[in-house]
């Protein structure tokens, strides 16, 4: 193993992933240092994480957060900046080696491509830009020859499944699912559920955004979709099993039928710190997990009626073209709407049909053409919303 230091730009620091990787770091600070840190308008967590790990660069994407965060870094060597360009543009320093992406949403296209042209290998925790632009994507990658190490805890454990494979071919891929809050539940429940009862995860603590997205399904959906540019297979080759326990995090089955899991207590620091570490594993003191405290692993199919974002997010994938980055877009605004009680739950997916059904199919987007493609989508979905009737709305 070498003892140079990693430099690590952690884009969107101050959120849950982003936090767990600066403990990863902090535990490691012989083998890597958080070169550049980002947050959207968490001024007061990015000043504090740039005066302990005292990054090369802080940006702050609210421009008027920072004359702030400046004031208050003032007496340090950290070179503060803000606004989303100042990201795209540093993700490109030099010294930089992996850019671990954990913000949420499309916000993340842009400066991962930038890092990816500027050959930095990417730690992908924001599936959203695999899920709008994976093609795209993994094509720039290989033209720069960068790897793309997965962070979602899926996806890490198919990669592992998949070291030592290079030569087999994949029959199928199982992603596992916890089914979130409402598993079992029937429509008639969810029309009801306010957006306390979808924010109790029941295995995970996560962004407010995946978490709504865990308990609609349409996060699988989005890893669905992650996981067939990650690894180069088709929509039907690609299973989704409910495993209530989070403790086998996804399977991989060969073309001789034999299957690959990987297991271990839900905990997002080991994905992450698989991925900033790999090739290697690196010791530590997670809590290991012990079969007997675990006697039942349950595995059940998923509801893909009552929980239709699933479905809509096969169909997406099966059609291709810009119609993942449509339910993307809708999906983003429909769950902002939902947080801020303007539709129920069920509504959610009743605006990301209607996006597919109104938004026009690309069959060979450009980068533009998904940049016009999410614009479009999010005023379509608004004004879907702001037409709901009333029976739609929480209280
Ligand atoms: P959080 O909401 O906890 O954190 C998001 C981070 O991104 C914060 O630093 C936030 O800044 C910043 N941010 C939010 N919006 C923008 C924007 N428009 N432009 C720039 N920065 C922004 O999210 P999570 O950490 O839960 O998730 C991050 C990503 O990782 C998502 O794509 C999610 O799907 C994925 N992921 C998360 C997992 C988890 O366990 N949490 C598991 C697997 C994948 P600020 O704090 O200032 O708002
Ligand atoms: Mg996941």
């Known amino acids: ?32 240092r958080a070169f550049l840190l980002t947050a959207h308008s968490n001024a007061d967590l990015l000043i504090s994480q740039a005066i302990e790990f005292e990054p090369e660069y802080a940006i702050i994407c609210d421009v008027n957060k920072y004359a702030e965060v400046k004031a208050a870094l003032a007496h340090l060597p950290v070179k503060v900046l803000a606004g989303h360009q100042a990201i795209i543009d540093t993700v490109t320093h030099p010294d930089i080696v992996v850019v671990l992406t954990a913000m949420v949403g499309f916000a993340g296209l842009e400066p991962t491509i930038a890092a990816i042209k500027a050959g930095k290998d990417i730690a992908l925790a924001n599936k959203e830009t695999l899920v709008v632009a994976g093609e795209i994507v993994t094509g720039l990658a290989k033209q720069h020859d960068v790897k ?10 198919i990669f592992q499944c998949l070291a030592g494979e290079e030569l087999n071919n994949i029959e199928k891929i199982i992603l596992t699912a916890s089914g979130g809050p409402f598993r079992g539940r029937s429509a008639d429940f969810l029309a009801n559920v306010t957006r306390e009862d979808a924010l109790k995860h029941p295995n995970w603590v996560m962004g407010a955004k995946i978490t709504i997205d865990s308990a609609s399904l349409m996060n699988k959906g989005l890893e669905v979709i992650e996981a067939k540019w990650l690894f180069d297979v088709e929509a039907d080759q690609i299973e989704v099993i409910v495993h209530p326990q989070s403790i086998v995090h996804s399977l991989v089955q060969f073309h001789d039928g ?56 096969y169909a997406a994938l099966r059609q291709g073209g810009n119609m993942p980055c449509i339910i993307n877009a809708a999906n983003e ?7 801020n009680r303007s539709i129920g739950f069920l509504a959610m997916s009743n605006v990301i049909e209607e996006c597919m059904q109104h938004i026009p199919f690309i069959a060979q987007p450009t980068l533009t053409d998904y940049l016009n493609t ?16 009333i029976k739609a709305i929480q209280f």
């Open 374 to 389: 999410d614009k479009e989508t999010r005023i379509f979905a608004q004004n879907v919303i702001n037409k709901l009737p």
């Open 333 to 339: 605004i429909a769950v902002a709407g939902f947080l």
């Open 148 to 157: 793309i190490l997965p962070v979602d805890s899926e996806h890490s454990a």
């Open 258 to 313: 034999s299957i690959k899991a990987q297991m271990g207590l839900p905990d997002m620091k080991l994905p992450i710190q698989h991925a900033l570490s790999y090739p290697n594993r690196l010791q530590n003191d997670f809590k290991r997990f012990n079969f007997t405290s675990y006697p039942n692993l349950t595995f059940e199919k998923p509801d893909m009626d009552t929980f239709r974002n699933l479905s809509l997010a």
């Open 1 to 32: 193993m070498t003892n140079h230091i990693k430099n690590i730009a952690i884009l969107g620091s101050t959120g849950s992933i982003g936090t767990q990787t600066l403990e990863v770091i902090r535990n490691n600070s012989n083998l890597f």
